[in-house]
């Protein structure tokens, strides 16, 4: 699979040495060259394509009336800041800076041009203990590496025995949640991605023999550089739904909850969606086929959710699985996950020579 091509370079627009001045030392803390524009029609020119825009506000007015596209990543610099809130919202900055604010705009600029932009964040989670939620989300970080997209599998899920596991993994080097712990503040996602263990080209980081009882604080570092290093990022979490838990489902473009086509497992379920509708409402099912069971229909009408797609038995499956091959091979695995994915709108990427 193809590296991510570098970030482009950051753009500073102004004619005002003073703002040129304040912005280049800032880019030059963040280790880039940038492009310099010194009007309107330079900047018109490469604002599509920088990472991150650092514009005076002697060329504001004009960018503003120019009306270009919105984008993310722009920052207004300005000698008077409360002035210059009415040019900021005409550009769309995201913030007003001025000289006094090197931490904090370094910090901004560094998350620009780290990484390729926000993941498609799908989180799993079982209705009922044993659905195949682990599995279900594996299968579906294969099926995104299969088509070419760059792709995350984060297990929250302490108690779960590790989702390494499913996916063949446990072999593999890199860090896992354990070493991770005690990190803190920003994690730089080319940083994460190189030190994760990769297999069947997904990246993983799940739970060692030896690791916290409990997803660690740092996760919300972790998680944020999985989003920008990341096509998409699958996360199994469990169906208590603890803190972390919650804060994925929050953040997480579509929820899928296994359940089993058994009227025990609904009942399980409607306490499991009843815990996830504070937090997001996009919640969809994937039914889990039981001989003489009740059926995909039965159990959308009594959950009021979609199902997307049903997943049947594959009695090589768990075999498979303990083999250390993973659900890869599975063609009732493959066919969910290959609807999933489509629902999402994640095609395959075109690889360009």
């Known amino acids: 699979m193809d590296d991510a091509p570098d970030p482009s370079p950051l753009l500073i627009g102004t004619a005002d040495e003073h703002l040129l001045d304040v912005a280049l030392r800032w880019c030059a803390a963040v280790g880039s060259t940038p492009d310099v524009a010194t009007d309107v029609s330079a900047v018109r020119r490469s604002w599509r394509?920088?990472?991150?825009?650092?514009?005076?506000?002697?060329?504001?007015?004009?960018?503003?009336?120019a009306r270009l596209p919105r984008r993310d990543h722009v920052l207004l610099l300005t000698r008077e800041r409360e002035a210059s809130w009415p040019d900021a919202v005409a550009v769309g900055a995201v913030d007003v800076v001025t000289d006094a604010d090197d931490r904090r705009v370094v910090e901004m600029l560094a998350v620009a041009l780290d990484g390729r932009g926000e993941a498609c964040l799908v989180t799993v989670v079982g209705g009922v203990g044993g659905a195949g939620a682990s599995t279900v989300a594996t299968g579906l970080a294969l099926g995104?590496?299969?088509?070419?997209?760059?792709?995350?599998?984060?297990?929250?899920?302490?108690?779960?025995?590790?989702?390494?596991?499913?996916?063949?993994?446990?072999?593999?080097?890199?860090l896992r949640w354990g070493?991770?712990?005690?990190a803190a503040g920003t994690v730089a996602a080319g940083s994460l991605a190189d030190a994760l263990p990769t297999h069947a080209g997904v990246s993983v980081l799940s739970w060692g023999r030896h690791g916290p009882p409990e997803v660690p604080d740092a996760i919300g570092g972790v998680l944020a550089a999985g989003l920008r290093g990341f096509d998409v990022v699958v996360a199994d979490v469990p169906r208590h739904l603890d803190a972390a838990g919650a804060e994925l489902v929050g953040r997480s473009v579509l929820t899928v909850v296994l359940v089993p086509e058994e009227v025990r497992a609904v009942g399980a379920a409607r306490r499991v969606v009843a815990r996830l509708e504070p937090h997001t409402s996009s919640v969809a099912l994937v039914s889990v086929v039981r001989p003489g069971g009740i059926?995909?229909?039965?159990?959308?009408?009594?959950?009021?959710?979609?199902?997307?797609?049903?997943?049947?038995?594959?009695r090589h499956l768990r075999q498979a699985v303990d083999h250390g091959h993973g659900p890869g091979g599975s063609r009732p695995a493959r066919r969910v996950a290959g609807f999933v994915l489509d629902?999402?709108?994640?095609?395959?990427?075109?690889?360009?020579p």
């Open 49 to 65: 394509g920088a990472a991150a825009v650092v514009l005076g506000d002697d060329l504001a007015p004009g960018i503003g009336r």
């Open 144 to 174: 995104a590496a299969d088509r070419g997209l760059r792709t995350l599998l984060l297990d929250a899920d302490p108690l779960g025995g590790g989702i390494e596991l499913v996916l063949g993994a446990e072999h593999a080097d890199g």
């Open 343 to 352: 629902v999402l709108g994640l095609d395959a990427r075109v690889s360009v």
């Open 295 to 314: 059926g995909s229909e039965a159990v959308s009408e009594a959950l009021g959710l979609p199902v997307l797609a049903r997943l049947r038995h594959d």
């Open 179 to 182: 070493d991770l712990g005690h």
